[in-house]
C-alpha cells in the first residue's frame, strides 16, 4: 500500500461527490411531490431572466424553468438509473456465468459481445428505438439498457475468470458449496471493487446518452421532459433566453460531475487495496 | 497403523487439453502408476521437486481430475485440503470467523447456535488469538491466516486431510509453530495426513512414513528413518545430499 503520487485523497473526491449527488437527489425527490411554481402551468410571463421569483427565469410559453428543470431532471435520474440497472442486471448475469464455466458459451458470447463493443453504443440504441418505435421513455431505457450490457459483462467476466481458480474457490467445492453460492456468496462480492466504478461511469454515460437522444429527438417527446428534451428546446432560443440553455445545461454538468466524483474516488480506492 | 483411510492403487493419468470447441485433445501423461496407503493416525510425507505431479496426484485424491487407469479408494468422508498459499486461500472480503463458519453452513445440519459453539472451539485450537477472530485476511498475518484455513478445513470434522506445501510460503520460526499444531491435532482429533511439501527437513521432523516422487512415479517409500538413513534409490540420496 505505497502512497500514490496524486496528492488528492480519493476519500475526498468521495465526499464532494456524495455530498453533490446527495442535494441533487433530496432536490429530485422534493420535486416529484412539490414545485414552486407548476412546470406546466404557462402565466408567468414569457421570457423572464431570473429574478428571485424564478431563479431560473421562464420560458418561451411562460413556464417556470427552475420547477421544469426539477422535473425533468426526475425523469432523467430514472431513466438512467432504470438503464444501469437493465444494463448491470443483464451484464453480471452473463458475465458470471461465462467467467464461471468457461468452455464454448463463453467463447461464443464473448465473440459476440466482442462484436457488439465494435459498434458505437449510440449507434446501436439508435437501431433498438427504431425497432421499439420511439416516442416514450420506455423505449429508451430499453435501447439504452440493452446497450449497456455487453460493457458490464465483459467486467464482471474477467473478474470471475481470474478468480474461480483461487484456492478460496476450490475450497468451497470441497465442503460442498453449490455453484450458485460459489457465484453469489463468495466471487460476486469480490467483484465489487470493479464493478462499482463501473456502475458510476454506466450511470453518468447513460445521463449523457439520455440528454443526447432526446436532444436529437428519438429519446423521450411531450408530454414528458427531461433535461437533454429541455436542452433542445432551449438552443432554439438560445439569443433571446440564454439563460434557459445555461441552467440545464448546468443541471446535466452538476449531476454527472457528482457521480462522476463518487466513481474515481472508488476507483482510486481500489487501486489503493491493489 | 493397519487400517488404510486412503487408498490409490496403480494410478496413472493426467491432463487432457482441450481444443475451442472441444474437439481437439491431446493426452499429456503426468502421474505413472503410483500405489501407495495413506493409514489411519499417520502423516505421510510426500516429496519430490516441482512438476513430478504432487499437485496433479493431489487433484485426483479430491476427485477434480479422473485418473485415466487405476483407483482412488477412500474410507473416509469428505477429505479436506489445505493450501500452500494462505492468501488466495481465504475469501478476502470476509472475516477470519465468517471463514471458519462457512463449511458449516454449506453443510447446514446445525443452527446459528450450535455452528457458532463449533467454530468458537476450533479457533481456540488452532489457538488463533480472539483479536483476529472479526479481522478480514488483509488484516491477518501468513502464520495467521494458515491457522484459519487450518480450522476451516478441520470444522466438518474430516478424517483425512491433504496439506499441500502448507508452511513453505511462512517465515522459519511460524513453520516451526504450524507443523508443532498440526502434530498437535493429528493427535487431539486423530487424523491423518498426506503432507505434501519440497523441503526434507520439514518432513523429517513431522511425518512417520514417506513417499518419494520423481517424474511422476513414486521411486521410493518407507518409514522416515529408514528412507533418511538408508536411501536405496538415487534420487532420493541425491535430495538427501542436496537438503543437508
Redesign the interface.
Known amino acids: 500500500m505505497t502512497k500514490k503520487d496524486s496528492s488528492i485523497d480519493p476519500k475526498s473526491f468521495l465526499i464532494v461527490g456524495a455530498v453533490i449527488t446527495l442535494l441533487l437527489v433530496l432536490v429530485i425527490i422534493v420535486g416529484m411531490f412539490w414545485t414552486p411554481y407548476s412546470p406546466t402551468a404557462m402565466k408567468y410571463g414569457r421570457f423572464q431572466s431570473p429574478s428571485w421569483n424564478h431563479i431560473f427565469g421562464t420560458d418561451n410559453f411562460g413556464r417556470d424553468i427552475f420547477s421544469r428543470i426539477v422535473k425533468g431532471a426526475g425523469n432523467t435520474l430514472v431513466i438512467a438509473l432504470s438503464t444501469v440497472i437493465i444494463g448491470a442486471a443483464g451484464g453480471i448475469l452473463i458475465g458470471s456465468l461465462t467467467g464461471y464455466f468457461g468452455?464454448?458459451v463463453d467463447?461464443v458470447l464473448m465473440r459476440v459481445n466482442d462484436a457488439l463493443t465494435a459498434f458505437p453504443s449510440f449507434l446501436l440504441a439508435l437501431l433498438i428505438v427504431s425497432l421499439v418505435g420511439p416516442g416514450s421513455k420506455y423505449s429508451v431505457v430499453l435501447a439504452l439498457g440493452l446497450v449497456f450490457i455487453p460493457s458490464f459483462a465483459r467486467v464482471t467476466r474477467s473478474e470471475f475468470a481470474s478468480l474461480r481458480s483461487?484456492?478460496?474457490v476450490?475450497?468451497?467445492?470441497?465442503?460442498?458449496?453449490g455453484h450458485a453460492?460459489i457465484i453469489f456468496v463468495?466471487l460476486l462480492?469480490?467483484t465489487?471493487r470493479v464493478l462499482l466504478p463501473a456502475l458510476t461511469i454506466g450511470f453518468n454515460n447513460a445521463v449523457l446518452a439520455e440528454a443526447s437522444m432526446s436532444f436529437l429527438g428519438i429519446g423521450v417527446t411531450p408530454p414528458d421532459s427531461s433535461l437533454g428534451y429541455m436542452l433542445s428546446e432551449a438552443q432554439s432560443m438560445v439569443s433571446i433566453a440564454p439563460w434557459y440553455a445555461l441552467s440545464t445545461g448546468l443541471s446535466i454538468v452538476l449531476l454527472v460531475f457528482g457521480v462522476g466524483l463518487i466513481g474515481e474516488g472508488l476507483q482510486a480506492r481500489a487501486k489503493e487495496?491493489d | 497403523m493397519k487400517e488404510p483411510v486412503l487408498e490409490v492403487r496403480h494410478v496413472s493419468g493426467g491432463y487432457r487439453e482441450s481444443g475451442v470447441l472441444g474437439t481437439r485433445k491431446r493426452y499429456q501423461e503426468v502421474i505413472q502408476d503410483v500405489d501407495f496407503c495413506v493409514y489411519h493416525g499417520e502423516i505421510l510425507g510426500l516429496v519430490g521437486e516441482s512438476g513430478t505431479g504432487k499437485t496433479t496426484l493431489t487433484r485426483m485424491i479430491l476427485g477434480m481430475l479422473k485418473p485415466e487407469s487405476g483407483e482412488i479408494i477412500h474410507h473416509t468422508k469428505r477429505p479436506q485440503i489445505i493450501f500452500q498459499d494462505p492468501y488466495s486461500s481465504l475469501n478476502p472480503v470476509y472475516t477470519a470467523e465468517w471463514a471458519v463458519e462457512e463449511p458449516l453452513r454449506v453443510f447446514g445440519k446445525y443452527d446459528a447456535k450450535e455452528r457458532k459453539r463449533r467454530v468458537y472451539e476450533m479457533l481456540e485450537r488452532v489457538k488463533l488469538p480472539r483479536e483476529c477472530w472479526n479481522a478480514k485476511p488483509d488484516d491477518l498475518s501468513g502464520g495467521q491466516r494458515q491457522r484459519v484455513c487450518i480450522a476451516a478445513a478441520l470444522i466438518q470434522r474430516p478424517r483425512f486431510l491433504i496439506a499441500d506445501e502448507p508452511v513453505s510460503a511462512l517465515d522459519v520460526t511460524i513453520q516451526a509453530k504450524i507443523l508443532d499444531l498440526i502434530k498437535e491435532l493429528r493427535d487431539d482429533l486423530d487424523l491423518s495426513f498426506l503432507f505434501i511439501s519440497h523441503d526434507l527437513n520439514v518432513v523429517y521432523q513431522l511425518c512417520d512414513r514417506v513417499l518419494v516422487m520423481k517424474s511422476g512415479r513414486i521411486v521410493e517409500q518407507g518409514d522416515i528413518e529408514e528412507v533418511y538413513n538408508n536411501p536405496k534409490s538415487e534420487y532420493t540420496k541425491k535430495l538427501l545430499e542436496a537438503s543437508l
Not at chain 1, 476450490?170 to 458449496?177: D, F, I, K, P, V
Open positions: 468452455g464454448a467463447v483461487r484456492n478460496f476450490t475450497g468451497a467445492r470441497l465442503t460442498g458449496a453460492r463468495y462480492p469480490n465489487g487495496v
